[in-house]
Each structure stands twice: as C-alpha cells, then as structure tokens.
C-alpha cells in the first residue's frame, strides 16, 4: 500500500541537490517547479502549438500555452481541496510540514507540462510521425538497426513519453522534483510493455521511453509508487487530479471555442452547460448579460466550478484504493455530471473536432512532419549506412540540424535510436508555424492558403 508521507517525498534528479533542502522563505520546493516551468523554453513554446485549431486566425482561440495555464489553474483549485482533506486525515503530513498548498502547487506545476512533449498540429501529429516509421520507406529503414522496444517507441510516437523525456532533459535544465514528475505520468508504462489490464485507465497509453525505463524504476522507489510487475506501475494519486483537470478544461473550453467559431450553436452549448450546473442554472439571469461571449463566460466558469466540486469529492471517495492500485479510472468518469461531459464529448468530436478547418489543416499538418522527417531520416541514413548514395544535398540538409546535435559515430555497428530520439527531439519540438516555415524551406515549396 502506498503512502502519502512517501509519496509527497522531496527530491530530484540533480545530484547536486542537498538531501536537506535549505529553507526558502519565499517559496516551496514545490513552488519552485511551477517557476522553473514557466521560464522554460518548451513551455514557451506552447504558444504556438495547436490545441484543436490549428493555426487559428481568430485570436480568442485556445493554443497549447493559454489550456496548458487554464489546466494548471483547475488542478491547483483540485489540489488544494484535496490537499486540506489529507492534511486532516493524515496528520504525518503535517509533522512533515506538508500543507495543502504544497499538495495544489505540485498538481498545478505537473499539469502545467501535461502537453509540453506534445508535437506540431495536436494529435495528428503524434499520428504523422508514428506513421512515417510505420509506413514511409526512409522511416522504415531503421527498423533492422533497433531493438524491439526502440521500435515501438518510435511507431508509437507518445506525447506523455515525450513530455516526461523533456522534463528529465539536461538539455532543459528544469530537474523537477520527484512528487511532480510522478504526477505528471498520467501512463506508467513503456510502449512495448502489455497493459496489464487494458480496462485501467492508466494503461491505455504508454508514459516513458526504453531508454528511460530505468529512470522512471528510480523516480518510483523513491516514492515508493507499487508495481503491477512487468515493467508497469501503479498511477501517483495525484495524477488522477492533473487528468481530472484537462478533462475539465478541454471539455468545456472546446466547446466555448467551438460556440465562438460558430460550429456549434449558442443555444446548443448553453443547454449543454446547463446539464452540469442543474438547479443553479437561471436562464433569466443569463439573458442581462448583453454579449454571448459573456454569457458563455459566466456559464463556462460556473461549469468548471462545478465539475471541480464533483471531482474533489470523487477523489475523496476513491482514495484509500487510490492508494491500495485497485481505483483506476478517470474522475471525470464517475461524477455526477459525467453523462454531461460524455454528450458534451459527442457534440465535440461530431461538429469541432471534425469539422472542415480542423480537418483540413490536420491533413496539412500530416504533410508537414512526414516531409521534415523525410528529408532528415533519409539524409542521415545516407550519411551511415547508404553511403553510395550521401550527396551534396544530404549535406546541406544535415547542416540546418541544430547545435549539438549527435551527428557522428553513427555507423552501421553502432545502434542508431539515440540520433533518431534526437531528431524526433528537434521535430516534435517545433512550434506549427516553424515546422510550417522549416518545410516549406527544406522541400522548396508553399502550402496555399496559409
């Protein structure tokens, strides 16, 4: 059974972190990773990568960055609720000097980077570059130089995995602390590993790449995270609220920006936030505020209110077998207002998620990526292996990779999966419009309209 004074243990993957952290009158442990996260480049990056629309011309619109920040802000209300219901109940955590802003500040900052290891152009891009290892000759190529479970990391591309492989990079310097880093692994797994049952919430994708196994095995023992055996995990609890938190905001927020884009109706999506909010839903009131926007404004805020109430009370009810590994499904899943969100998810997918513009620059996208990993995948085959055929071509393209890039000792004995990681690193890390710009430098063309 797991433990809440281990799990909310202090640490990091620094070793030059003292093992008696300093007293920071200012901020927590904690606090300090929210911080570090915010200065960071990948979070900056954000700004402009797709959260449903990608490239959106409407600036009221949702990127990664604003849901990444309105995520964080729900699951730090998640967290602190939470957190004052543990403080009660265990009083150790207290003696630790544990409080329950320390338990919201580590649900924020974890669910401020649940999509920062997120591609170009959302979910479509996850797809694009799976598919150019699956399918694409110059993917395909590196299938005989791999290990199986390099392999299916790279056919199943995961932006959980990426997330977390950013967060350990030195690269990035952020070195979160342990508690953050556990929450933050919605998926404790690697790709190659069996869901040990595909029923559990948490084995339905994969958190962390081969080559991190071994990290992710460290983060758990000093946690002391149980094991289902077989290379998976039991879930942190606390990152049943960071998912809590996206599945609120992407569920709400989605549709306000479909509202706002005209693809779904206002009178569509005011009856379907007055589902959740039942008895304190006064269309009356809602009719003196003159603007829809501020009508969907208040409604939206009443909703995630709400659906914040519903899933605190959802955990507290769960929480002991939370702890046992026998809970493992989403909140959001078994609230009162679930059957909401579920019609909400229905409308979503039928008239935002597959709408013509979405669509259509998702198709785009799709284009973008398989090119850029084209031209790369093949120059660097060339350059190792199909010697015969490294041209001029190959060369100039291999200079546009960036500094420091591992671009040597590559050859045919030696496994290639760190360079293809790295190139993986360079492409999945772009922003839409850089990958956009990049492609149309690297392949001499221009993709209308955009």
Not at 125 to 154: C, M, R, T
Not at 236 to 249: G, K, Q, R, S, Y
Not at 268 to 276: G, K, W, Y
Request: one cysteine or more; charged letters at 25%.
């Amino acid at each position: 059974m797991m433990q809440w004074e281990k799990l909310l243990a202090l640490g990091r993957f620094d070793p030059k972190y003292p093992s008696k952290p300093g007293n920071d009158q200012f901020r927590s442990e904690f606090e300090k990773d929210y911080d570090r996260i915010i200065f960071s480049a990948p979070f900056r990056n954000l700004q402009d990568k797709t959260q449903v629309f990608p490239l959106p011309e409407n600036d009221f619109v949702h990127t990664r960055l604003t849901h990444s920040l309105e995520v964080s802000s729900v699951g730090r209300s998640l967290g602190k609720s939470v957190g004052e219901y543990l403080i009660q109940k265990y009083p150790v955590l207290g003696e630790n000097q544990i409080s329950s802003s320390d338990i919201g500040s580590i649900v924020a900052a974890a669910a401020l980077t649940h999509d920062i290891g997120n591609p170009p152009f959302g979910h479509a891009g996850e797809d694009a570059i799976s598919d150019f290892f699956k399918f694409h000759p110059y993917g395909k190529v590196w299938n005989e130089h791999l290990k199986p479970e390099q392999w299916a990391d790279l056919c199943n591309f995961e932006g959980n995995a990426q997330g977390f492989r950013m967060l350990l990079s030195n690269i990035n310097g952020l070195k979160l602390s342990f508690a953050t880093l556990a929450a933050f692994t919605k998926y404790p797994r690697p790709a190659l590993v069996s869901a040990k049952d595909p029923e559990r919430k948490s084995q339905k994708k994969y958190g962390f790449f081969s080559d991190q196994m071994e990290d992710y095995k460290y983060l758990t023992e000093k946690l002391s995270i149980s094991s289902w055996g077989n290379g998976t995990w039991h879930r942190h609890p606390l990152a049943f609220l960071v998912e809590a938190a996206d599945d609120i905001c992407y569920s709400i927020i989605d549709l306000e920006d479909g509202c706002t884009l005209g693809l779904v109706s206002l009178e569509e999506s005011v009856a379907l936030l007055a589902e959740i909010l039942g008895d304190r839903f006064d269309p009356k009131k809602l009719e003196g505020y003159p603007a829809n926007s501020q009508k969907l404004a208040i409604l939206r805020a009443m909703a995630i209110n709400q659906l914040i109430r519903e899933c605190v009370e959802a955990f507290k009810s769960n929480e002991a077998e939370m702890l046992l590994g026998t809970f493992d499904r989403a909140l959001t899943d078994i609230i009162p207002s679930s059957e909401s969100l579920a019609k909400i998810s229905r409308i979503s997918i039928e008239k935002i998620y597959r709408s013509s513009p979405v669509l259509e620059k998702e198709a785009a996208g799709f284009q973008v990526l398989d090119g850029l990993l084209e031209v790369f995948s093949k120059a660097l085959n060339h350059k190792f292996y199909q010697t015969d055929l490294f041209s001029g071509k190959d060369k100039s393209i291999l200079r546009l990779l960036p500094e420091g890039f591992p671009l040597e000792g590559w050859e045919s004995h030696v496994n290639p999966y760190p360079m293809l990681r790295a190139l993986v690193d360079f492409i999945s890390g772009m922003t839409d419009k850089h990958a956009l710009s990049f492609y149309r430098r690297v392949k001499g063309i221009a993709l209308p309209g955009v």
